[in-house]
């Protein structure tokens, strides 16, 4: 039995109009396979609606009770979808998430994905030819509702086509695909033919809101090819799949940047064993995600340490600091916010040497101060002041060659 997974997004179920959209590419999906499961989000800002709503009755809403109102939001969605399906003479039900199941951890907000009955999946396809799903949403062990975290349909997608070895995952957006970058900041930005996984897992973590991350990462690890395109065009979009040989030939993929940073400084601290620990160990109990580090050669015995976080954690962040800064004996705590991330991504970058050179001195000819730096296998990523990061990002896109080419 050939198996299309195609999720479907907020805008492309907002209205009647748009359904309709969505209810000619599930028609093409049946032309070339015989089943096609339809994963579908809320109504485009339903779920902001219902969380406005719970925070309207209470201060905390509890976590649990507030999952079993925003998952509602899906159960619109799919309910008119199944209409319009039978309407138009295709054999369908709607399905919410307990009734397959798909059963996650008891992480209410952030519920994981734990197992998916693919047996049942598997005879209610034998019944109907499309199967309504509800995205966003799973059942705990004990039966409670649970959803996946903001933007969690597009892993529920990935999850079910998962559960049915070698079905191939349609995500169907308002844009067209994955861009070499942000294309509201840099005009010549290209869209992608394919990506690798490892690619769009930075993109995604840099803030490319393109795919849920967690959707990435469940796509590479059962290796299911994950193809983004847009409801409202035929055009075949960007294919996220395994690595191969035309990938590492190219050297950089794509400019991504990030504002949400902020930067914190740590002066004078003893260079002996034990230091490090005792700052990041207080952070990360507390919950601070810490993404750079620098620690810089010692001078008498003392150094500084520099790290970034985000900005929403910077206050917890200089209260951690100030309460152990005696304990650890720093002489001053710093601190920026006009600061953000660029980096460049690529596979290729594994096999290429000089990429981080020159990145460095496209970005010094315009005279833009790079104040951190960090590496890994395939990103370069520098800190900027964040007045620069829009020229810095056209910047390098340019020296990258990802330019669309005009001739
Ligand atoms: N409706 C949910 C949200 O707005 C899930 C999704 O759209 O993927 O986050
Ligand atoms: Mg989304």
Redesign the pocket.
């Known amino acids: 039995m050939k198996i299309l997974v195609q999720k479907f997004?907020?805008t492309s179920v907002a209205d009647l109009d748009a359904m309709r959209h969505v209810l000619s590419k599930v028609q093409k999906g049946l032309v070339n396979h015989d089943k096609v499961i339809v994963v579908l989000?809320?109504r485009a800002g339903?779920?902001?609606k219902l969380l406005a709503l719970a925070q309207q009755w209470s201060d905390t809403p509890d976590k649990a009770e507030c999952d079993c109102l925003v998952s509602t939001?899906?159960q619109v969605s799919i309910a008119l979808f199944s209409m319009l399906l039978k309407d138009n003479g295709i054999s369908a039900r709607s399905l919410l998430s307990w009734q397959i199941p798909i059963q996650t951890n008891d992480d209410f907000g952030n519920a994981r994905i734990l197992d998916i009955d693919r047996d049942k999946l598997k005879s209610l396809l034998e019944s109907y030819d499309v199967l309504v799903v509800a995205?966003?949403q799973g059942m705990t062990e004990d039966g409670r509702i649970t959803t996946l975290g903001?933007?969690?349909?597009?892993t529920s997608a990935v999850a079910l086509a998962a559960a049915l070895d070698s079905c191939e995952c349609e995500i169907y957006t308002d844009v067209d695909g994955v861009y070499t970058t942000d294309p509201n900041i840099c005009s010549a930005a290209r869209k992608m033919d394919c990506v690798s996984y490892e690619e769009m897992l930075e993109l995604a973590s840099m803030g490319a809101k393109v795919l849920?991350i967690r959707s990435v990462e469940f796509a590479k690890k059962y290796k299911v090819p994950v193809r983004v395109r847009s409801t409202f065009s035929d055009d075949p979009g960007t294919l996220v799949t395994k690595e191969d040989a035309s990938m590492e030939a190219v050297l950089v993929s794509g400019i991504a940047y990030d504002k949400d940073q902020a930067r914190v400084t740590l002066r004078d601290l003893p260079d002996i064993p034990g230091t490090a620990a005792a700052v990041f160990g207080p952070l990360s109990e507390k919950g601070v995600l810490v993404d750079m580090i620098i620690q810089n050669t010692s001078q008498d015995g003392h150094t500084d340490i520099t790290f970034t976080v985000s900005r929403r954690d910077l206050t917890k962040t200089l209260e951690i600091m100030q309460g152990i800064s005696e304990k650890i004996g720093a002489s001053e705590i710093l601190h920026d916010v006009n600061v953000a991330k660029v980096s460049a991504i690529g596979v290729g970058m594994r096999n290429h040497s000089g990429v981080a050179a020159r990145a460095f001195t496209a970005l010094t000819q315009e005279g833009i101060n790079i104040l951190m730096i960090s590496t890994s296998e395939i990103k370069i990523t520098i800190l900027i002041q964040e007045k620069y990061v829009e020229l810095a990002v056209r910047i390098l896109h340019d020296t990258f060659g990802l330019d669309w080419d005009i001739a």
């Open positions: 997004g907020g989000s809320a339903d779920t902001n939001g899906e995205g966003f903001r933007g969690g349909s597009d849920h």
